[in-house]
């Protein structure tokens, strides 16, 4: 079955360090890969996506992603957080074919920072 | 330009009681989504539209859900007999073509709680 696994649920950074948050996703077939950020109270918002080609991607606000199919991992990384950070990200997957079109998401990691 | 909105933001109902839920997509998306957002079951999808076509309605966890799209843009989704457990998020979603490669935009949710 197709899924997203986030492994951490909660992690604590300090302010100006770096970050990576993991993503695992079994799928079988090729992957359309999103990440996704949601401060509080907010929607969704797209950070990265990965579809084909060069597997570092980059996004908005600093981040960056990298898709290892070797190891079915598309992590999250930021060279240096700020406080603005804070807030849950979530790893999906684009489901396809037929009449499909949902992406699955991972149970989030919530991103707490530190001054 | 205007991105997705819904409303209510926030919906506050008794048990058995029949709610709707209303999202607007951005303008010219031919795609629209539904999503679940609770504390323990995380993201899950509900309802998928793509233009014309039957909608994906696979992810509805009872006959209680309902949604429908009229005149391919708005949405109504609508919990009959409302139980406690519907308790949660509401997201809607919209995009330009659809299917799961495409980039879905988010609203910012009606938080539903059942009395």
């Known amino acids: 079955a197709q899924s997203v696994t986030q492994p951490d649920i909660h992690i604590t950074v300090s302010e100006g360090a770096s970050l990576e948050l993991r993503c695992n996703y079994s799928?079988?077939?090729?992957?359309?890969l999103f990440w996704y950020v949601q401060s509080p109270g907010q929607g969704l918002q797209l950070l990265l996506k990965?579809?084909?080609?060069?597997?570092l991607v980059q996004g908005i606000k600093g981040f960056e992603a990298e898709f290892k199919r070797s190891q079915s991992s598309f992590n999250l990384r930021k060279p240096s957080v700020h406080w603005s950070d804070a807030a849950e990200y979530f790893c999906a997957v684009g489901s396809y074919g037929g009449s499909q079109g949902n992406l699955i998401f991972g149970k989030g990691t919530k991103l707490s920072v530190k001054p | 330009g205007a991105g997705v909105s819904q409303s209510p933001s926030n919906k506050v109902t008794e048990k058995g009681k029949d709610v709707e839920l209303r999202c607007d997509p951005i303008?010219?998306?031919?795609?629209l989504y539904w999503y679940r957002q609770s504390l323990g079951q995380g993201l899950e999808f509900l309802i998928y539209?793509?233009?014309?076509?039957?909608?994906?309605k696979s992810g509805l966890p009872s006959d209680r859900f309902s949604a429908e799209r009229t005149g391919g843009s708005v949405s109504t989704l609508t919990i009959q007999r409302t139980q406690q457990e519907d308790s949660a998020v509401y997201l809607c979603a919209s995009s330009r073509r659809g299917g799961g490669i495409d980039t879905q935009y988010f609203g910012p949710g009606t938080r539903l709680t059942v009395l």
């Open positions: 990965y579809f084909s080609g060069d597997t």
């Open positions: 539209f793509q233009g014309n076509s039957a909608p994906d």
């Open positions: 303008s010219g998306h031919t795609a």
């Open positions: 799928y079988g077939a090729t992957p359309y």
